[in-house]
């Protein structure tokens, strides 16, 4: 059997619960909980792993930490979390060639949701 080449984030959260709720508004879906550290996926190729993070570890007004989320309808995902979306009029086309928006998760981590487009 083959496997898969991917890579999976792991975020310190200072409130998993908090993170978890924001994560899946994004589509995601928790399928392992080990108390401290959970494990969510979209089913189609999303993961990521949220960890308790130590206190005063993660600052949320300076995180240095940032996804890029690949999707195929991207104003699906902008209407589930459109109240947080960062930039006005988002999404949009960047000069980058993506279609995308932005938003920030509870600690203060860049979460950017876009798809490439057709120059």
């Not at 960890?51 to 699906?76: C, F, M, Q, T, W």
């Not at 209407?79 to 920030?104: L, N």
Request: hydrophobic content about 40%; glycine content about 10%.
């Amino acid at each position: 059997m083959a496997i898969e080449h991917r890579v999976v984030a792991i975020l310190a959260c200072n409130d998993l619960a908090q993170s978890r709720d924001f994560y899946e508004r994004l589509g995601f879906a928790m399928v392992s909980d080990y108390g401290n550290y959970q494990i969510l996926d979209d089913g189609l190729g999303w993961g990521l792993h949220l960890r308790a993070a130590e206190p005063g570890s993660v600052n949320p007004k300076h995180n240095p930490a940032g996804l890029y989320i690949y999707v195929e309808d991207v104003d699906a995902v902008a209407d589930r979390v459109r109240d947080s979306i960062i930039e006005t009029g988002a999404p949009c086309v960047k000069p980058w060639g993506t279609y995308e928006f932005a938003v920030s998760d509870p600690d203060g981590a860049l979460v950017r949701v876009g798809r490439r487009v057709s120059t």
